[in-house]
């Protein structure tokens, strides 16, 4: 019992066999058409599964299944269409298709198919089964009324019908009995009706089914043949993209040897003016002009070596002022130290040139007791000790005419003034002379050093000489 329970029977006779066996033993005949594609496979499973084995033996179904290609499955064509593979055809007993299914279906869906089909077939044989019944129960009351009479002729019965009685309901029990046997051969009828409605339904579906398969076929084919096209003009691209590759590879080396040839050229002539210019900024930062801004409003100009320290400037700047000064450049802003004295002009950034600002030190000059009280008055009094020192250069000249000159720093004649032009760049911004003169009245600018009134400046405003 278990191993039915786990094992299909199908079928090893041949179809009209299998089809009387079906008839006599009044069982649902169903066919399965196999083929050799992945529906197939999945179908299998589907009819290997044990629910499906169950309810097909306990029905006592009679299952006969066939290969698509074989002589046996041609015959059953010739009846039954074969449109798709896999098919499954479930008949009933009276050779009318019960249900038809194409292709591959899950196995849920497939159990309810086949126990609809079965409940199907089950209610035709119950509505076929009563009339025979019937027509045997009512030949019995004919032949058992016949001995009552003959038994029992001399018996008086007073309580026996009339004979028009009982022609009568004889006749009411035939036409009652016709009544049903008509009604049951309209339910017949009207049963066939849609199952041949049914039939062509699933008849349509196949048809369907199978125009839609071929549109299909036919537009895969459509599909390979625009794909072949394709990969033919694609292999034509690529060969004609490989030679443009290979033209274009020849030409860069080319074009690669003619430029690392210009570029080894230009890299040595690069080289040799990198060197030159690497030689004249050396040359030009052996030596750093130095102009100083004095207090008075005057300028001092001389030239150091850059290894000279900045004391030696200091010491010319002192000499020449006649007392001690702090020395500051502008840009960038910075006020040298004691310490910063002993630096060479080169670590300090000053060569080839440079501007500094002479400061006096007023606390070393005006000594005022009282501690915090006279820094006070000195830095009160700064703005008028400078004012006095511009009037007395206004009226008594400047004091770079009224001071000797040191040995270290040779007097500015005006012949250097020409060439101190020429030297300046032609790209800086020259400075618009202060200058103006009406009649005896002049500004203060006038008195200015003429190498102050030629100072130009760049656009990071910083003063070049």
């Known amino acids: 019992m278990i191993s039915n329970l786990l094992k299909m029977n199908w079928f090893s006779g041949s179809i009209p066999d299998a089809i009387q066996r079906s008839k006599q033993q009044k069982r649902l005949f169903i066919v399965y058409i196999y083929g050799q594609n992945d529906m197939t496979t999945a179908m299998d499973k589907v ?86 019944g019937q027509t045997n129960t009512s030949s019995q009351p004919s032949a058992s009324t016949q001995p009552s009479t003959l038994t029992q002729p001399n018996t008086p019965s007073p309580e ?50 199978q125009k839609e398969r071929e549109m299909k076929e036919t537009v895969e084919q459509m599909r390979k043949d625009r794909a072949e096209e394709k990969r033919q003009r694609d292999k034509i691209k690529e060969q004609i993209a490989r030679d443009r590759e290979e033209r274009a590879a020849r030409f860069k080396k080319e074009t690669e040897k003619q430029q690392q040839a210009q570029e080894e050229k230009n890299q040595a002539k690069l080289t040799a003016q990198q060197k030159q210019s690497s030689e004249n900024e050396a040359r030009r930062r052996e030596t750093a002009r130095i102009q100083v801004r004095l207090p008075d409003g005057t300028s001092l100009s001389n030239s150091f070596p850059s290894s000279d320290t900045l004391q030696c400037v200091h010491s010319v700047v002192t000499q020449h002022v006649g007392s001690d000064v702090t020395l500051s450049m502008v840009y960038p802003k910075r006020t ?130």
């Open 47 to 132: 009819w290997n599964d044990e629910e499906v084995i169950k309810i097909c033996n306990e029905a006592g179904c009679v299952a006969i299944k066939m290969a698509a290609n074989s002589n046996d499955c041609g015959n059953f064509s010739q009846i039954y269409p074969v449109m798709v593979v896999p098919s499954t055809y479930f008949i009933g007993v009276n050779g009318a298709p019960i249900e038809i299914t194409a292709g591959h279906k899950e196995k849920t869906d497939f159990v309810l198919v086949l126990k609809n089909v079965l409940k199907i077939h089950n209610e035709t044989l119950n509505q076929s089964m009563p009339s025979a």
């Open 336 to 465: 040298f130290t004691t310490e910063d004295l002993s630096q060479t002009l080169l670590s300090l950034n000053l060569a080839p040139s440079s501007v500094l600002i002479a400061v006096p030190r007023i606390s070393s000059v005006i000594s005022t007791p009282g501690g915090a009280g006279g820094g006070v008055l000195t830095w009160l009094f700064a703005p008028f000790l400078f004012l006095w020192n511009m009037i007395s250069v206004f009226l008594f000249g400047g004091g770079a005419a009224s001071q000797p000159q040191s040995d270290d720093m040779p007097p500015t004649t005006d012949d250097s003034q020409p060439a101190r032009r020429r030297d300046r760049p032609q790209t800086a911004y020259q400075r618009r002379p202060m200058n103006r003169g009406d009649g005896n009245v002049r500004r203060l600018t006038d008195m200015r050093d003429d190498d102050d009134e030629n100072a130009t400046w760049n656009g990071n405003s910083t003063q070049q000489m």
């Open 160 to 209: 026996k019908p009339p004979l028009d009685e009982r022609v009568q309901k004889a006749k009411e029990k035939m036409e009652q009995k016709k009544a049903e046997r008509e009604m049951t051969e309209k339910e017949k009828q009207k049963q066939e009706e849609a199952e041949r409605r049914k039939l062509g339904k699933d008849l349509q579906k196949l048809k369907e089914f």
